[in-house]
């Protein structure tokens, strides 16, 4: 496992951008795969976006194609996700995941064993 610590989140009116970071500990970061998910007041965690250790594809839930960007200093251990074009329903705490299990799907929860305290972001109309 893996420590993560998120930051970046705040408020920010729709249109809008923000980056957040995750920044990792253990010296293996490059091989982890990551994730980020959100969640909102009163609903499920969900999938944002991924990242594959080593090869570095990534993955977009189909709500954030176009307008979020997914990716990774391995240099500096640190994750992160460029939210443009932001929307009031992206409203929810972000959350960073890690798992350094091959070849699963990296677009659910139970895939992923270190999970970050997640970082509130807010989109005003």
């Known amino acids: 496992q893996v420590q993560l610590v998120e930051s970046g989140g705040g408020l920010v009116q729709a249109g809008g951008s923000l980056r957040l970071s995750c920044a990792a500990s253990?010296?293996?970061?490059?091989?982890?795969?990551m994730g980020w998910f959100r969640q909102a007041p009163g609903k499920e965690r969900e999938f944002v976006a991924a990242?594959?250790?080593?090869?570095?594809?990534?993955y977009y839930a189909d709500s954030v194609v176009g307008r979020f960007t997914i990716s990774r200093d391995n240099a500096k251990r640190t994750l992160y996700l460029q939210m443009n074009s932001l929307k009031p329903e992206d409203t929810a705490v972000y959350y960073c995941?890690?798992?350094?299990?091959?070849?699963?799907?990296?677009?659910?929860?139970?895939?992923?064993?270190?999970w970050g305290q997640g970082t509130q972001v807010t989109v005003s109309s």
């Open positions: 253990g010296r293996t970061f490059s091989s982890f795969s």
């Open positions: 995941a890690a798992t350094n299990v091959r070849n699963v799907r990296l677009d659910t929860v139970r895939q992923y064993d270190s």
């Open positions: 990242i594959r250790g080593l090869v570095g594809n990534t």
